[in-house]
T-cell receptor, first 115, second 113 residues
């Protein structure tokens, strides 16, 4: 079974630009969550999508957005990039089942550097 | 954002030694997960815990879900050099209807051969 695939692995962007990151979850998983990882703040939850709907949102500005397609693939977009957006962006795929705990499996991440 | 309190922050041990790390929170969690992350890679799931008091093993790894549901610990027995990495705890508050996780700050483990 293929794991979570994130593209691209590395990205360098200039301040003010926008960027789109992609995540393909494990087959059959309908929940996709995004996290930002930085040395100072650790792993911070951005948002979760389930069946093409945003179900949870973290405490990030509106410049961070996302969407999910009917095949569960997800994209996140960051507009008007700032230097502080430099981070490892991780996508996690979950088989969410009501009434029981769920395991989240991560992709390798996209390393975004804003210069 | 909210984070779990994970300790210790770092450990430097001799190969063959046992390791213990823990996570605490002021809030109740319904699921505890433990991950290992290597440099430049995504976290890899080690152990998942779903019930208060549950003790689960995965090879040399053992983790427990605290009975108060506010803490969890991870033990690694007989450490080896490939155990080097950053270990994260993660908690989930929902009852299975969400993938949202709250993470600890991580424990960096170094093993001296």
């Amino acid at each position: 079974k293929a794991g979570v695939t994130q593209t691209p692995r590395y990205l360098i962007k200039t301040r003010g630009q926008q960027v789109t990151l992609s995540c393909s979850p494990i087959s059959g998983h309908r929940s996709v969550s995004w996290y930002q990882q930085t040395p100072g703040q650790g792993l911070q939850f951005l948002f979760e999508y389930f069946s093409e709907t945003q179900r949870n949102k973290g405490n990030f500005p509106g410049r961070f957005s996302g969407r999910q397609f009917s095949n569960s693939r997800s994209e996140m977009n960051v507009s008007t990039l700032e230097l502080g957006d430099s981070a490892l962006y991780l996508c996690a795929s979950s088989l969410v089942q009501a009434g029981s705990g769920t395991e989240a499996f991560f992709g390798q991440g996209t390393r975004l550097t804003v210069v | 954002g909210q984070q779990l309190n994970q300790s210790p922050q770092s450990m430097f041990i001799q190969e063959g030694e046992d390791v213990s790390m823990n996570c605490t929170s002021s809030s109740i969690f319904n699921t505890w997960l433990w991950y290992k992350q290597d440099p430049g890679e995504g976290p890899v799931l080690l152990i998942a815990l779903y019930k208060a008091g549950e003790l689960t093993s995965n090879g040399r790894l053992t983790a427990q879900f605290g009975i108060t549901r506010k803490d969890s610990f991870l033990n690694i027995s007989a450490s080896i050099p490939s155990d080097v990495g950053i270990y994260f705890c993660a908690g989930q508050k929902g009852s299975g209807n969400t993938g949202k996780l709250i993470f600890g700050q991580g424990t960096t483990l170094q093993v001296k051969p």
